[in-house]
């Protein structure tokens, strides 16, 4: 299966789309708005970071 036939990626290509036409397709609008988002959901996304750490192997 091609990339560009997957489902997936063109789900995630629609949302993208969707978000910049609401933001009238302007680059800052759109980098303000990512911007709330990472504010409002920052917990979250630390710890879903801190939980993707793993520790170093040692030899």
């Known amino acids: ?3 560009k036939d997957d489902p997936t990626i063109e789900r995630i290509r629609e949302t993208r ?10 680059p ?6 990512y911007l709330e988002l990472q ?3 920052e917990r979250q996304l630390l710890k ?8 170093p192997i040692k030899a």
Not at 17 to 26: G, N, P, R, V
Not at 28 to 33: L, S
């Open 1 to 3: 299966m091609k990339q």
């Open 48 to 55: 879903s970071a801190e939980e993707s750490q793993t520790e």
């Open 39 to 41: 504010k409002k959901f």
């Open 17 to 26: 789309h969707q978000i910049s036409e609401a933001h009238e397709h302007d």
């Open 28 to 33: 800052q609008k759109i980098v303000e708005y």
